[in-house]
């Protein structure tokens, strides 16, 4: 296992340097930090030149990357191009802490209403509950999370104020923190929480349910969970112990794989509630053209998913002693 | 549509040889097709089970009313999509204007109608793009085998790693703003799914015996591919770029809701409708709701209808 965890990692390196060799090129591409200087009357040709020069935008394309490179893996993230030259990992190191408590909160609520949703279900093949969680999952999937994020602005931020006629909002609709706010408090904290948490949830509970139920089907028809049966074990005990506990196997590797989507739900849910994480730091370093920002924001994006790809493939091994790690086609389900 | 034929030709030979372990409709074909003295075709077998799941049905008739309304939007449509009545900007609801007026004085409804044909387009013409591409890579990986299948394979799989959507935003920024510049983006990663799909599939295909029979006949390697493995992969192919069709509408919306999707300025999509008037979600919740609504309504019974295919051509799963 450790073979094949190694073999892995050696793969994944050059494409980590195709990544940020790309996002480097596309950065510069998309917008260079020097054509807005060019567009500003007031700044004076020397003055502009001098400014690139500082900021080494005149030297080859490979010249900047390598000092960035080299840089980078030694753990110096650099200083901000736009951003008045304040240095890097303070603004990445917020962003993150910001996304990862969003992350966490959206997917263990998630994990907790799909699981459980999706095992009812199961257990309850046929029935209202099941045909109605199967409904509501489609739904799930088929709602664009930033319209989703745009209707709960509209229905806690406006609606519901209005029909229960109390002045403000129920929840704060932008941000992370109320205007004027001085110092930690955690319950605004939360409550800035809410919104983009459900945004970002009702998919993610979507394709749990799905994966929960057709794995639960899967468990509950084998033959050992017909012995407990026979053993005459109360239901619930051959349902969460025999049953849930290995169709969780599979579940477990198809959540980690679903982090890359996830990300993509993240950028869309920040961008719709202004919640200062990751998402919304590559979206402005992206439209500034800064690249010493949106590097390290996709580096350690790029190297969480593949990490957890490859946690998924491993753990997969280790849950299920039946599976052999090597060949690669376990990958696919 | 000619490959039917020889893909039943394929797919008895491979019944009768490996004991029903065919592409599409196979064990229950089978049975079915004795019972009633004339073969019943696998399709029609399909169209059958298909016809059994509601849901499935009624998002087909939805869809096809969506479509039609995209298609017939010129004789349809109450107003021009970009035909402005001045006087009545950002109009409520109302009796002329059935779901209200834009900024512009533009007819909410009007505009969706024609929005809809390139909100459809670009979501079909996504999914044969990824379709195409993931069965030739897949079939490529899986009949070759060998240093074709790692590379491809890594290839696929490295892709299918990476944050789409971020891969997809850096695209569109490079790229520009027109109808085919988002159908290029976002083709590019979707076909990874199918690819991996088939080459599955292949692998177990190429190993049975009426592929062996071919070669040993001397079939050359293309014409075993396209009249022997394609013919089979069809269930797979439809389901998958089916459920395609519903995602790509649905990130031709982000796209334009981050203003990197079809300009406004080219024409209306429901995605574009929708980016451009974000901060009228109190003002002029219509101007949200609908579009909005209608990806929505779309996109539901599309995935509807790829679930009950993916159920009626492939037996072994319609127990789910």
């Known amino acids: 296992m450790i073979g094949y965890a190694l073999r892995r990692l050696a793969v994944t390196v050059p494409v980590l340097v195709v990544i940020s060799f790309g996002t480097f090129w596309a950065a510069g591409e998309i917008s260079s930090p020097a054509a807005q200087l060019t567009l500003n009357p007031r700044i004076s040709p020397e003055a502009k030149q001098a400014y690139i020069e500082l900021l080494g935008l005149d030297r080859p394309l490979g010249v900047q990357y390598g000092k960035w490179l080299g840089n980078f893996v030694t753990g110096d993230f650099g200083t901000s191009l736009v951003r008045n030259g304040q240095d890097v990992w303070p603004f990445v190191e917020r962003a993150l802490a910001n996304t990862l408590l969003l992350v966490a909160a959206a997917v263990s609520l998630s994990l907790l209403i799909g699981l459980a949703v999706g095992t009812i279900s199961a257990v309850r093949r046929g029935s209202l509950w099941d045909y109605t969680s199967v409904g509501v999952s489609f739904l799930g999937i088929s709602i664009p999370v930033f319209w989703l994020g745009l209707m709960l602005q509209l229905f806690f931020g406006l609606y519901l104020a209005n029909w229960l006629g109390v002045g403000p909002p129920l929840l704060p609709t932008a941000g992370i923190y109320s205007p004027g706010r001085q110092g930690f408090d955690l319950l605004d904290r939360v409550r800035h929480l809410i919104l983009p948490t459900m945004a970002l949830s009702l998919q993610l509970v979507a394709v749990y349910s799905r994966y929960m139920r057709s794995s639960m089907l899967e468990v509950m028809g084998a033959d050992y969970i017909r012995t407990a049966r026979a053993k005459g074990l109360r239901e619930s005990r051959v349902v969460v112990r025999h049953g849930m506990r290995s169709a969780l196997v599979p579940v477990t590797t198809l959540v980690a794989i679903d982090i890359g989507q996830l990300v993509g739900g993240l950028i869309v849910t920040e961008r719709v509630f202004q919640y200062p994480g990751m998402g919304l730091l590559f979206l402005d370093a992206l439209n500034s053209g800064d690249y010493t920002i949106l590097l390290p924001v996709v580096m350690i994006t790029a190297v969480a998913v593949f990490a957890l790809n490859l946690v998924a493939d491993l753990l997969y091994g280790v849950l299920d002693p039946r599976v052999r790690l090597g060949r690669g086609a376990l990958r696919h389900v | ?320």
């Not at chain 2, 939805?62 to 009545?85: K, M, S, Y």
């Not at chain 2, 300025?265 to 429901?270: G, I, K, L, M, V």
């Open chain 2, 1 to 320: 549509m000619c490959a039917w034929g020889a893909g039943r030709s394929a797919m008895s030979e491979g019944l009768a040889a490996s004991g029903g372990r065919g592409g599409l409709p196979a064990g229950r074909g089978e049975a079915e097709s004795l019972a009633t003295e004339r073969p019943v075709s696998p399709w029609r077998l399909a169209l059958r089970r298909f016809g059994r799941r509601r849901p499935a049905v009624i998002s087909t008739v939805v869809l096809v009313l969506i479509v039609a309304g995209a298609v017939l939007a010129d004789w349809i449509a109450p107003f021009g999509p970009t035909e402005q009545n001045l006087d009545d900007i950002l109009a409520s609801p109302d009796g002329t204007y059935l779901l209200g007026t834009d900024t512009l004085g533009r007819d909410n409804l009007s505009r969706i109608l024609h929005g809809g044909r390139v909100s459809l387009l670009v979501g079909v013409m996504v999914a044969l793009i990824a379709a195409g591409v993931g069965t030739v890579v897949g079939i490529v990986a899986g009949y070759f085998g060998g240093l074709a299948d790692a590379v491809l394979m890594r290839l696929t799989d490295t892709l299918l790693a990476l944050p789409g959507l971020m891969v997809v935003i850096v695209a569109a920024r490079l790229l520009g703003d027109g109808v085919w510049d988002v159908v290029i983006v976002l083709s590019g990663i979707a076909w990874m799914a199918l690819a991996r799909i088939v080459r599955g599939k292949v692998l177990a295909l190429k190993e049975q015996e009426f592929v062996e029979a071919a070669r040993a006949l001397g079939v050359p390697r293309r014409q075993i591919m396209r009249r022997h493995l394609l013919p089979n992969l069809v269930g797979e192919i439809t389901v998958t770029a089916s459920l395609t069709v519903a995602a790509a509408i649905l990130a031709e919306s982000t796209l334009s809701f981050l203003g990197l999707g079809v300009s406004p300025a080219h024409t209306a999509t429901w995605g574009n409708m929708l980016g451009g008037n974000e901060g009228f979600v109190v003002t002029a919740p219509w101007l949200v709701w609908a579009p909005g609504l209608a990806i929505v309504v779309t996109a539901l019974c599309v995935n509807f209808i790829g679930d009950g295919l993916r159920d009626s051509l492939d037996p072994t799963q319609e127990e789910r």
